[in-house]
């Protein structure tokens, strides 16, 4: 026959089911970007599958545009998370973070490895390299910091988007930070480009000196 008495270890307080829930909805959060990212790639896997292996170009370029509704479905659930009161913390800023990112910087990927796959496997041309020298470097770079800060700035927009939400007596520090991270991305860029365009590099004069390909930021 059990007890009728409940020991104080038996009993689960209410705060700390609260803690615990809002240790899940950030878990879910941090495992949702993990998600998006892994699916980011396979889509862009099987699109290029579709439309070079299986001769379906059509079939292969709607599985690429799905590509944003990634990003729809994660903004969608950081809100809704930061809509049932959670208090927002690093995981939302990732969130943020992420969505800015792939939308600087998602598409020109999908076209480079495009390119690449087609070149590697399927007898296309080679992707078109970056100009190293010059005016045309620099325009180059300042293309290259465009996407970037435009990642950057999409990223802040979103983040002081979550800051106003949450008010000022709310726990906004981890957005801020990640607001920071965001405004350091976009003086490093303008840095980069900023020094071709003041000190472009010049095309060596020996016609037979070694010249290596610069690796191309993205």
């Known amino acids: 026959m059990q007890s009728g008495f409940v020991s104080a270890d038996d009993v ?4 700390d089911r609260e803690a615990g829930g809002e240790r899940e909805e950030r878990v879910v959060i941090a495992l949702l970007v993990v998600a998006c990212e892994v699916a980011f790639w396979v ?12 001769r ?4 292969g370029a709607a599985v690429l545009l799905c590509e944003p509704l990634l990003e729809v479905v994660l903004l969608v659930v950081t809100a809704i998370d930061l809509k049932s009161g959670a208090e927002p913390d690093w995981k ?7 969505i800015g990112f792939t939308v600087g910087l998602g598409h020109h990927t999908i076209k ?25 470097r620099a325009i180059h770079e300042w293309r290259t910091a465009a996407r970037w800060i435009l990642a950057a700035v999409v990223a802040l ?6 800051v106003w939400y949450v008010g000022p007596d709310g726990a906004i520090n981890s957005l801020q930070s ?6 350091l991305v976009i003086g490093i860029n303008v840095i980069i480009a900023g020094g071709y365009t003041l000190f472009p590099k010049q095309a060596p004069k ?6 290596r390909e610069p690796a191309d930021r993205l």
Not at 56 to 59: E, T
Not at 92 to 98: E, I, K, N, R, S
Not at 157 to 162: I, K, N
């Open 178 to 183: 990640w607001q920071q991270k965001m405004l």
């Open 12 to 15: 689960t307080a209410p705060g």
């Open 206 to 211: 020996d016609a037979d000196a070694v010249d």
């Open 92 to 98: 939302h800023g990732l969130a943020a973070v992420y």
């Open 43 to 54: 889509l862009l896997a099987v699109g290029l599958a579709l439309r070079y292996v299986a």
């Open 112 to 136: 480079k490895v495009d390119a690449w796959v087609a070149h590697r496997w399927f007898g296309g041309p080679p992707p078109v390299k970056p100009p190293k020298y010059g005016t045309a």
């Open 56 to 59: 379906k170009p059509k079939l």
């Open 157 to 162: 927009a979103l983040l002081q988007a979550a």
